[in-house]
């Protein structure tokens, strides 16, 4: 949004703002163009007394604008919080209140953000874009509890590390929770556990970005890492454990192996990540996937039986049987590792960055519920 008072307050308050502004016969005409700022391609701001007049002789092109479509794309979306090392503003806020949180992020508009605890995930998942097979196949939307004017400093440091991040939803100091579904992200990634949960609820991917370690491989080639029981797979065998302990999980798993888990809540990312892994030759696909799981044998059988029932293919699996998983993680080399088990996803992070999905059983019963 813009603020008109800075044009001289009654002088400019029409805003055209169109696709085709800059190239309509109309805004070509001198009688327009002399009473009007282009503020960008595309925006232009008019002279009230001048608008009823010029906007009566506008007469816009007939040929159709087709809207973007993110068919067939990878859609992440990101909180300016995971993408960039925001502490310092939010102590300001935490501490001094949102006015004095606007007027510190306004006099720092320049200054560049640092990178955040996502920043190489988003890095690497933007660069398949520059791969003949990705080519735009990736779209990683901001969503902020800045307003437009406070997160000027987000774009700004966008801009300064190349990130080809072009679609954003400031919400004014709410949630901007709510915008992932109206993007159709297939991941939301945010610091913020209370948004993160909300998203779960309505029934899309998301995990709060523990801080933690970097796994820095040379070869560019991301790597994802999920845990399996209440993550891609439905909590219905976890209840089990919880409830009745391992030899009962064990036991049902065996009789059950045969009949496929339920999807959870992350089971439609990791369908989109294997549809963008299906567009590269197997010896070439800058994607690799990993399940890390307490599981061990036989509990492992129905697990496999499940990804085949979805024709989703993983490119490693470990059945660790209860061992701490942080010492594999770094073997794989993970961007990211998800988990359910907020102990597990801190143990996690000292090797790599870990996300913490809050969903199943686990949860409810660390939250009371139930």
Known sequence: MLDLRRYGKGLWEVILASRMAAHCQPLRDASIASHKRTLAPGVVLLRFADARRILGKIH?????????????????????????????????????????????????????????????????????????????????????????????????????????????AFAGGQSPHRYVSAFGAHLFLSTDPDDVQQVLEAGYAAATILSGGQCQRPDGILRIAFDGDAVLFSDESEQIFQSDGLEAFTENEKRSARQPLDGGPFKPFLAALHQLQ?????????????????????????????????????????????????????????????????????????????????????????????
Request: charged share 25%; hydrophobic share 40%.
């Open 60 to 168: 816009l092109h007939p040929g159709p604008i087709m809207p973007v479509s993110f068919d067939g794309k990878l859609v992440i979306a990101i909180s300016s919080r995971a993408l960039f090392n925001l502490a310092d503003s939010h102590r300001v806020y935490l501490e001094e209140g949102l006015e004095a949180f606007q007027e510190y992020q306004t006099r720092h508009e320049d200054d560049v953000l640092e990178p955040g605890d996502a920043f190489t995930l988003v890095q690497k998942l933007l660069a398949i874009n520059e791969l003949k097979e990705g080519k735009g196949r990736v779209e990683v939307i901001l969503l902020s509890r800045n307003s437009s004017d406070t997160g000027l400093r987000v774009f700004n440091s966008i801009e300064h590390y190349g990130l080809p991040i072009t679609r954003a």
């Open 278 to 370: 299906n567009s590269f030759p197997v010896e070439s696909c800058p994607i690799r996937t990993a399940l890390v799981t307490a599981r061990g044998a036989p509990a492992h059988e129905r697990v496999v039986r499940t990804l085949r029932d979805w024709n989703i293919r993983l490119d490693e699996s470990l059945f660790l049987g209860g061992l701490a998983k942080g010492d594999f993680l770094r073997a794989f080399g993970a961007d990211v590792f998800f988990d359910d088990q907020q102990g597990h996803c801190e143990s996690a992070a000292r090797h790599v960055a870990a996300g913490h999905v809050p969903h199943g059983v686990a949860n409810r019963r660390k939250s009371g519920e139930g």
